[in-house]
């Protein structure tokens, strides 16, 4: 007799452009697990920062403040909902002005410290599972998680999904786009804390060459994978 799958934490972090919140949320909704984008988080706050005039240049006031903003998550994949003190936030904090300064923010080690204590107490409370999508997802906030996967994917089809994503005033063209990619790869992954990088037990998915489909299907796999081998542990481990 097979075991019952079991509730299952998957981290799935990568840099922009390789697919990282399509695949989550569809992951998430064919599964029936709940859903997180952290990188929502830190445009959340970012985007409190620049509301409230504070100098997103200057760190010492950035972390005078991480504490300040009431930050809510939502996690139905269906729906992906975020507040700011209560106010609905998700179209605002997806402006060129937010991009352009959510690295600086992210980087302020009060700031992710705050972030990460709000990461974990939503992974904890998914009793049904979860799947969290960042950049230090498998190797600082979750690092225990059941299963880790690293989204990878050329510069150019990188640049070509995000300018795809970007509407109106904010649509730039290939090349500024791929040379922002660059930029922001290059700022996540030389901070000092919780830098972008992938975890040494997580599984690469070069996402280059495949369709939104195919890269699900194949972390579909993976996550009930993780699943059966976790309630085949526990199931042994209940003998």
């Not at 998700?90 to 923010?105: D, F, H, K, Y």
């Amino acid at each position: 007799m097979s075991a019952t799958p079991a509730a299952v934490i998957v981290a799935i972090d990568g840099p922009s452009g390789t697919g990282k919140s399509s695949t989550s949320k569809a992951v998430a909704a064919q599964l029936g697990l709940r859903y997180l984008d952290t990188g929502a988080q830190y445009r959340a706050i970012t985007w409190w920062m620049l509301n409230n005039g504070v100098d997103v240049s200057d760190p010492e006031r950035i972390a005078a403040q991480a504490d300040r903003p009431v930050i809510v998550s939502g996690t139905d994949p269906q729906a992906p909902a975020i507040s700011v003190d209560g106010t609905d936030a998700a179209g605002p904090i997806r402006t060129q002005e937010v991009t352009s300064a959510v690295s600086a923010v992210s980087a302020v080690p009060q700031v992710r410290a705050r972030i990460t204590e709000l990461q974990r107490s939503i992974a904890a409370e998914a009793r049904g599972g979860i799947v969290v999508e960042g950049r230090d997802i498998g190797t600082t906030v979750l690092p225990d998680a059941d299963l880790k996967v690293f989204l990878t994917a050329s510069p150019e089809a990188r640049a070509a999904r995000r300018s795809g994503e970007l509407k109106g005033k904010d649509a730039t063209g290939l090349a500024a786009t791929q040379q922002a990619l660059t930029e922001r790869d290059k700022a996540d992954s030389s901070r000092k804390t919780s830098p972008l990088k992938k975890a040494d037990d997580a599984v690469e998915v070069d996402t280059t060459e495949l369709t939104l489909e195919q890269v699900v299907e194949c972390v579909v796999t993976l996550v009930e994978k993780a699943s059966a081998e976790k309630a085949g542990r526990m199931e042994k481990a209940a003998r």
